[in-house]
């Protein structure tokens, strides 16, 4: 144990290989676990992904930047319907179409974070509270005032085929998997690659002086304004990073639902993301991840809960909601810090036990 | 010319319950510096258990009252066990402890009462007023709301102008150390305020949902346009909640009738902006600077 | 260091987690396609369907799966179809096209579903199209009037309609207001989607010069309609049209009546059950008024008819329909609706489809059946289906009626036609078919 750590020192003493080693291994298995799985099981693990990426991006700029945001969800809608109108034109049956719709839809998000941004920036508190809960409401409706966005019934997202990917995927994950690519393991792929991909660029950014400006900045912004840091523009900086995530979210979840309509962002939709990062544990990107594993299981384990409790299917389904709002509240009453924060002590505990290190506390992004 | 009076005293009456709501936020605000995601949680909730007594054959009246009433004890209840020991802590825990609040309340409602669209009776007649062989666009019904909200206000004048009581409210929320020492409890007065608020927010619930559909969702809209309308009006002044609301209920009748729902909460967020970018303690708060 | 090794720790549990949950559903592999058809055994057919259940559109809607599930308990006791029983499950989606994406998904992967068969709603249902049909899943008999379900059978062949499409339904409306009210001034009330563009397209094609105002609404959105019947009103409009979903016509009343716009009503068969919509509005003008008294507010409003339903008590097939609701209905269900009704009606073409496709069924087997058969059918309806190799459309043609005391009374006899430019023609020849004595399609 002890030589192999020290055979990995060169690679994990540098914050970004270290990242991208642990993203790599985390890939290797997230893929491993989809290739076994049932398509239905497929449809979960991607809906986790993009719900990941988005709550990332949220927990980044709620537990680093100290910003709330009930607006993501808006956010989420911008990136679908940039993602969705690009596979439109551009017939969306090639990779490459899937890869310039959702870079063009973070390239939106990237422009709509800063417009959101700057104002936002201003505000603090319930102020921003209300006035993101109202950006959530507002921006979904904006698809009834141009034909182009379909209306309330929405437009319908075109996905590439499996059998008109390039060969060499294909080959891949035959080999890898030894399951034929289909349409369903496609997009769990597609959505697992792009989430190790945000993440490590999410917690590189977290430990760079951008990140710890952030955290001056939450933790004090007098002190940080006097020791020359610039509020808003980190401030605007935050919730750019955080829309480009919410964007991709945005476009991937377009691909999965294959339904791009306003009736897809709703309120709720903001606040579950929000207790997704608030579960987890703000500004925790393993938090975030724990977090979206919950929106994407929690609901059938609910239902089923609700249903086995005797309530008719309609009423199951409201058992959801009351369990992430019970979360957001028992969290900030009982354990501020999250599931992740909480363990943290906990985990400490037991590799101090299997190690002799320095104890130096460190935070994780 | 008919539409226009016919829209402006729609918005008349969607404001004036827009301002019993802004009003109820408002108290909380000056109380606890909290602003309250739940009150149209809250109020939903009571106006549910106003339309069980309904059904169960309760005369209208008595029905309105126990929904005051489970108003104000919901209100009371929750700011002693779930708000208390989040009071004077970090702005953002009250926050997102009232949106989770919201999501129960919501979730809890639908389980009990069901999701079904269910009509909601109204005291008095929702069909327009004729006069001679022109029909005006308002109802009875509207009227009514109108006179309500007016009470209420009153009501709420009287008591922190004229009451000890009143006073004694005021004085836990305008500081609260120096008021302990003068001996007033505090901790109770902080209690009266949110269940002061939830019975005001139950009144502007029994407005909205008289003569139309409620569910579980009906009061959703009210979550931004209170919130709208108190920031408006600069969250702390009571005066400035009810002008705020009714400014905000014309223009998004104007908005609907002229142009179209879906703009409407972009219409809102516009007024929103506006206000707490170049106003920001609102358009009647005294001119003491804060930051917002 | 640490942290690296602490953060693997992490990602190691989450995804252990993950696997176990992927280990939970492992045995549910989808069969593989050779031999049988997904969700037939032979001794059960598994159907699937979403419905709103809950949200605006349920009033009225959320019944009609008990009318399915009502007919396939009478089928299936009597020893089902081919010596195979029905089973259909239902999702709710709210009216919300979003989610019938997310329920569809989970009746294809979960449920494994052979056919979608009366999925609901326009603006739902079209979510989940193009989906079924990429899959090769059939998707019988949609529950909406929308001509995408059958006017391209090349892009859609697993989709087929049933009831009359909301542009013939447009034409015969327009074509009698043309000929009885020539001086009527017509506002449309639309329901913003392909709904009320259909309804508009087949209206239009007759009462364009009439039409002096046309308002919409979103599914989900405001209900206070105030603004549009202002709007009516100050254009001087006295008879409006509606292709809406019956809360709406409740709603739309209840905001005439508050702005004081008085008007003759003429809404379309979808929205027109002077029942549910008489019990809403009385439940949300005065209070205590019995329903009786809220149907009565409907008198006078005119809609369309294509099947009997329960004011006509003696017609054959509403007496097969009391007959099985009165011994399969589930416990808690109320009294026999044309909603459920309408249920039976569908639930029955599907049983008749399933007959004639014989013992051996495949995905691609009930289409044929359909496109072959189909346009023979006798059932309920008033006038024959339009079922062929060039047309998914369903029922040709309905009535024009008028509703008195919570009845209907024909104003029109049965008028048939098609999509386009075809002609409206009288033709009663498929109203006077009656049910097998068996009641079960043979």
Request: aromatic share 8%.
């Amino acid at each position: 144990m002890e030589r192999l750590r020290s055979l990995l020192r060169p690679v994990t003493s540098v914050p970004l290989a270290r990242h991208v080693l642990v993203a790599l291994i985390a890939l290797v298995v997230a893929m491993a676990v989809i290739g076994s799985s049932s398509q239905y099981l497929q449809t979960r693990y991607a809906e986790m992904a993009y719900f990941a990426i988005a709550a990332g991006g949220l927990t980044l700029l709620t537990g680093l930047s100290g910003q709330l945001s009930l607006g993501h969800g808006a956010l989420m809608a911008v990136g679908a319907y940039a993602a969705t109108l690009v596979l439109e034109r551009a017939g969306g049956e090639t990779l490459a179409d899937v890869f310039l719709a959702l870079l063009t839809a973070i390239a939106v998000c990237a422009v709509v974070g800063v417009v959101v941004g700057v104002p936002a920036a201003r505000l603090h508190g319930p102020y921003i509270a209300g006035a993101t809960l109202t950006l959530a409401v507002a921006v979904p409706r904006l698809a009834n005032q141009w034909e182009a966005l379909g209306g309330e019934q929405g437009l319908q997202v075109p996905v590439p085929r499996a059998s008109e990917l390039p060969a060499w995927i294909q080959d891949l994950i035959w080999f890898f998997t030894a399951v034929e690519i289909d349409q369903y393991s496609f997009l769990a792929y597609l959505g697992w690659l792009l989430l190790a991909i945000t993440f490590v660029a999410l917690a590189n950014l977290s430990r760079s002086r951008v990140g710890r400006r952030w955290r001056a900045v939450r933790d004090d912004d007098v002190s940080a304004e006097l020791a020359g840091i610039h509020l808003g523009r980190a401030r605007v900086v935050a919730f750019t990073v955080s829309a480009m995530c919410a964007g991709l979210a945005g476009g991937l979840m377009a691909m999965n639902v294959r339904l791009t309509a306003p009736g897809a962002f709703t309120i709720t939709l903001s606040l579950t993301l929000l207790a997704a990062v608030v579960l987890g544990g703000l500004g925790s990107l393993t938090g975030a991840l724990i977090g979206a594993g919950v929106l994407a299981f929690l609901p059938h384990f609910a239902t089923d809960l609700g249903e086995s409790l005797g309530f008719s299917a309609t009423q199951a389904a409201e058992v959801t909601p009351v369990v992430y709002g019970l979360v957001l509240m028992l969290v900030i009453l009982l354990a501020p810090a999250g599931i992740v924060g909480s363990l943290r002590p906990l985990l400490a505990r037991i590799s101090s036990r299997t190690s002799s290190l320095g104890a130096t506390k460190e935070k994780t992004p | 010319m008919q539409q226009f009076l016919d829209t402006t005293l729609g918005g008349l009456v969607l404001g004036a319950v827009y301002a019993a709501f802004a009003l109820a936020l408002c108290l909380i605000w000056r109380s606890t510096r909290i602003v309250n995601f739940a009150q149209a949680a809250m109020a939903m909730v009571t106006t549910y258990i106003a339309l069980s007594l309904i059904n169960a054959d309760v005369p209208y009246w008595v029905a309105f009252v126990a929904a005051l009433a489970a108003g104000f004890g919901l209100g009371a209840l929750i700011e002693r066990v779930i708000i208390r020991p989040v009071e004077g802590k970090a702005e953002l825990n009250a926050v997102i402890l009232t949106l989770g609040l919201f999501m129960v309340l919501h979730g809890l409602t639908a389980i009990t009462f069901g999701v079904q669209h269910r009509g909601f009776p109204a005291p008095v007649s929702t069909n327009a007023i004729e006069v001679g062989d022109t029909s005006i666009g308002i109802t009875p019904f509207g009227i009514l709301s109108i006179v309500v909200v007016a009470v209420v206000m009153a009501g709420l004048v009287v008591l922190f102008r004229f009451t000890d009581l009143g006073l004694r409210m005021r004085a836990s929320a305008f500081n609260g150390e120096v008021s302990r020492l003068l001996g007033v409890r505090v901790g109770r007065m902080l209690t009266l305020g949110w269940a002061l608020a939830a019975a005001v927010g139950a009144v502007a619930g029994m407005l909205i949902a008289g003569g139309d559909l409620v569910n579980p969702s009906f009061m959703d809209p009210f979550v931004i346009y209170g919130f709208i309308a108190a920031v408006l009006g600069g969250l702390d002044s009571p005066l400035g909640s009810v002008i705020g609301g009714l400014i905000l209920g014309l223009s998004l009748s104007y908005v609907t009738g002229y142009v179209g729902e879906h703009l409407a909460p972009l219409v809102a967020l516009g007024i929103l902006m506006v206000v707490l970018l170049v106003r920001p303690s609102g358009l009647f708060a005294a001119a003491a600077a804060r930051r917002v | 260091m640490r942290t690296t090794a602490r953060r693997a720790v992490q990602a190691v549990c989450v995804l252990t987690t993950a696997s176990l949950l992927a280990a939970c559903g492992a045995g549910k592999e989808r069969p593989s396609e050779d031999g049988t058809a997904v969700g037939v055994t032979d001794t059960t057919i598994k159907v699937g369907a979403h419905f709103p259940l809950t949200g605006p559109a349920a009033p009225g809607y959320s019944e009609i799966p008990s009318g399915h599930q009502a007919f396939y308990e009478y089928v299936n006791d009597a020893g089902g179809v081919h010596g195979r029983k029905i089973e259909m499950v239902v999702k709710d989606d709210a009216y919300n096209p979003t989610n019938t994406s997310a329920v569809t998904n989970d009746m294809i992967l979960q449920d494994e579903i052979f056919a979608m068969v009366a999925g609901l709603g326009t603006p739902t249902h079209r979510a989940v199209v193009q989906r079924l049909n990429d899959d090769g899943i059939p998707d019988l008999f949609v529950s909406s009037g929308s001509l995408q379900w059958g006017d391209d059978p090349k892009k859609s062949p697993m989709t087929f309609g049933w009831q009359p499409d909301y542009e013939i339904e447009g034409k015969i409306i327009g074509k009698y207001v043309k000929e009885n009210m020539p001086d009527a001034k017509v506002g449309l009330f639309l329901q913003d989607d392909d709904f009320g563009e259909d309804g508009e397209k087949g209206a239009r094609q007759f009462l364009d010069s009439q039409i002096v105002d046309v308002q919409k609404y979103t599914p989900g959105g405001s209900t206070d309609f105030s603004p549009q019947m202002s709007s009516f009103k100050s254009k001087g409009v006295d008879l409006v049209l509606g292709f809406n979903t019956p809360s709406y016509t409740a709603l739309s009343q209840i905001a005439a009546q508050g702005v004081g716009f008085k008007s003759k009503w003429f809404y379309s068969n979808v929205g027109s059950d002077p029942a549910l919509v008489g019990g809403l509005l009385a439940s949300m003008t005065k209070g205590k008024i019995p329903a009786e008294q809220g149907v009565k507010l409907m008198d006078g409003m005119m809609t369309t008819e294509y099947i009997p339903g329960v004011d006509a008590p003696e017609d054959e097939w509403v007496k097969l329909w009391q007959k099985v609701w009165d011994n399969y209905s589930k416990k808690g269900d109320e009294k026999l609706t044309n909603y459920r009704i309408y249920g039976m009606s569908q639930a029955y073409t599907f049983v008749q489809a399933l007959q004639a496709n014989g013992k051996d069924l495949t995905r691609e087997s009930i289409v044929e059946t359909l496109e072959k058969e189909g346009g023979s059918f006798e059932g309920p309806g008033l006038a024959p289906f339009r079922f062929s190799e060039d047309s998914h459309m369903g029922i040709s043609g309905t009535s024009v009626v008028e509703i008195k005391n919570g009845a209907s009374e024909p104003l029109t006899p049965v008028q048939v036609t098609d999509i386009g430019d075809a002609p409206i023609e009288e033709d009663d020849s498929a109203a006077s078919d009656a049910p097998p004595s068996s009641g079960i399609p043979e």
